[in-house]
């Protein structure tokens, strides 16, 4: 159980470890969560997150978001802002070694009652479409050369070759191609890994999810229809993944990197290996900067292209066209990231870079980079929930600022895999939950038994905590049909 | 088995503890833990095909975590499962040289059961020691 007692607590559901708790802490931390939540979290999160508090340039607290548990490094759910014009470090276990692991959630003007009699079909086909599992690989056949462009184009190098449509672009954080991408910057094994990954979905709890957004768990109707959730019932497609084997690999190969320089050339000291970094503005800093955008723009890539296959299976089982079928990317979101972002603090604007790992960017209404449809409603933030018991759709607020504009990213894990995979046995559970309506299909039985929703926090509880604290505000919950698991 | 997996270190990725009596015998039950993590039934991998490392560090840890990633390496790379034959460690003015003799075959779902991927080796609380009986180690795997 964790030593609650340290924390001295700063509201229902934020609660401070002070920098007295442990040598080093530049600024305090922030837990994000309930009562319940918090004493339920892992111990191992108290001392990542303070740990994550003793680097260069942090600014103002070393956030974790109510989803958080034990990561490597940072914790997952960690967030630290970091000033570049103080020192600031860019750190690959800040940001995870899945760069840009994200999620995107796409409509349809399909119900329920239309789906269910192809749910099965559709599950089938998506699962055969779109590769999951160990090691899996894409139907996009690329040359090295070209996998350098998509490195460096993003979402737009698949718009160009066909993979899309070209208003896509506009629902996707940086428009699907982050700037200053640059392959001189990436290893040789970094291509090797990737060239053959775009479009597969990966493992663990990534997934390809066919939902339902019941009209009872629409929390508000206005916010909801400028997303494009309206009518009752109605089916959307939520997924997750990342940018697979390139963008571990380009971590790996920093994470070695900063380890040789960090104390000997910047005297930069750190309390765990896996927090390696370098100073922002140093060569070393750069070199992974640009490198590490590669990796966010091989996930809007890896993405962009199962959105396409999605749409063609889709089109395929109703026997109309994806645009006919109302499948409009409603948003992609990015929870493993490092970002040059302005923010107040203390009334003074800054320019900090925002590692963000396993914690999604949430901006406010009016914010830059929202596309003009989002502009009053906020920026759309999907929360990938367990297979079992759910989704949401939340929207950024004006009292995010605190978060420096970031929320959770998922329901957060409770339970080791180890453990779980003890618990559940996957063929079982995949009975159960088809007697409930839920149609899973997945490489592994031993990975959907670590998958259990058991193995989870309570979303609910966990969105609850972020609306309470005012980092988040809910929109609507989605329910689970169909799911494809890596 | 000389690696056993860890229920009560990581929550969404996956920890495990090898050992042996050399420094070879921990190197190979390691490459088998994290061959393990992802495949099931390591009997099942037909050793048809070799692959050579040749690493070198000057800390032995890192060797060892440079060893390690090259299974993750091959697995995506080539969809090659990979299983240590032979592994040899010598030092030479301070540095660590790795050469290992590695077999396996390409990635078959039909005859191989999935567990989970591995993306990467942390260095988060990894660890190798050298105890009473030999050595030891303990890794985090980024699932």
């Known amino acids: ?486 | 088995m000389p690696y056993e997996f860890l229920e009560e270190v990581a929550t969404a990725d996956i920890a495990f503890h090898a050992w042996g009596t050399t420094l070879e015998e921990v190197f190979k039950a390691a490459g088998d833990a994290v061959m393990n993590t992802m495949i099931e039934n390591l009997d099942a991998i037909a050793l048809s095909q070799t692959r050579t490392f040749n690493l070198e560090e000057d800390a032995l840890d890192l060797l060892l975590f440079n060893f390690l990633q090259e299974f993750v390496y091959y697995k995506d790379s080539e969809l090659l499962l990979l299983r240590t034959r032979q592994v040899q460690i010598e030092e030479q003015a301070s540095i660590y040289h790795l050469s290992a003799t590695t077999q396996g075959e390409q990635l078959d779902r039909d005859r191989h059961h999935q567990r989970v991927d591995v993306k990467a080796i942390t260095l988060h609380q990894f660890e190798l020691k050298k105890t009473d009986t030999g050595w030891s180690t303990q890794v985090i795997l980024d699932i």
Request: aromatic fraction near 8%; include cysteine; hydrophobic fraction near 35%.
């Open chain 1, 1 to 486: 159980m964790a030593p609650i007692e340290v924390l001295k607590q700063v509201s229902d559901v934020i609660w401070e470890i002070p920098t007295s708790y442990k040598a080093g802490m530049r600024v305090p931390a922030r837990l994000y969560g309930t009562e319940k939540l918090i004493r339920e979290l892992d111990d191992a999160v108290y001392d990542q997150i303070t740990n994550v508090a003793t680097l260069p340039g942090i600014t103002k607290y070393a956030l974790c978001m109510p989803d958080g548990h034990f990561g490597y490094g940072f914790p997952i759910g960690g967030v630290a802002a970091m000033d570049i014009e103080q020192g600031g470090v860019i750190s690959p276990g800040g940001i995870g070694f899945d760069i840009n692991c994200g999620m995107r959630l796409v409509t349809t003007n399909l119900t329920y009652k239309d789906v269910k009699p192809h749910l099965k079909e559709l599950v089938d086909k998506l699962y055969d479409r779109v590769p999951a599992g160990v090691g899996s690989t894409g139907f996009v056949k690329l040359a090295r050369n070209d996998f350098r462009k998509v490195v460096e184009q993003g979402a737009q190098w698949c718009i160009n070759n066909g993979y899309g449509w070209e208003d896509d672009l506009e629902f996707m954080e940086e428009q699907g191609c982050i700037k200053g991408a640059d392959a001189s910057k990436i290893s040789e094994k970094a291509i090797d890994r990737g060239v053959h990954q775009i479009g597969t979905l990966g493992s663990g709890n990534h997934y390809l999810e066919i939902q339902v957004a019941k009209r009872e768990n629409v929390f508000d109707n206005v916010l909801a229809k400028q997303m494009g959730i309206t009518k009752s019932d109605q089916v959307v497609i939520m997924f997750h993944c990342g940018s697979r084997g390139f963008g571990h690999q380009v971590a790996t190969d920093y994470l070695l990197r900063f380890l040789k320089v960090m104390d000997s050339k910047y005297g930069i000291k750190i309390l765990d290996r896996e927090l390696a970094c370098a100073p922002f503005d140093s060569p070393e800093g750069q070199a992974y900067f640009a490198a590490m955008k590669c990796g966010i723009n091989m996930s809007f890539a890896n993405r962009q292209v199962i959105l396409h296959r999605i749409r063609e299976v889709f089109s395929q089982v109703f026997g109309q066209s994806a645009e006919d079928l109302g499948m409009q990317l409603v948003y992609d979101v990015s929870h493993n990231t490092a970002k040059l972002e302005k923010h107040f603090v203390d009334g003074k604007e800054r320019s900090l870079l925002v590692h963000r790992k396993g914690a999604t960017r949430a901006f406010a209404p009016e914010m830059a980079d929202l596309p003009e449809r989002y502009k009053e409603t906020g920026q759309p933030v999907i929360i990938g929930g367990s297979m079992e018991t759910g989704s949401y759709l939340l929207t950024g607020v004006a009292t995010g600022d605190q978060t420096f504009y970031s929320t959770a990213h998922g329901s957060g894990r409770s339970m080791s895999r180890t453990k779980a995979r003890k618990m559940w046995r996957g063929d079982v559970l995949q009975k159960q939950m088809q007697q409930r309506g839920i149609y899973v299909r997945s490489t592994s039985y031993s990975g959907l038994a670590e998958e259990a929703g058991g193995a989870y926090k309570d979303v609910d509880e966990v969105i609850e905590a972020a609306e309470l604290a005012g980092i988040s505000q809910r929109v609507a919950k989605l329910t689970p049909i169909g799911n494809i698991k890596g």
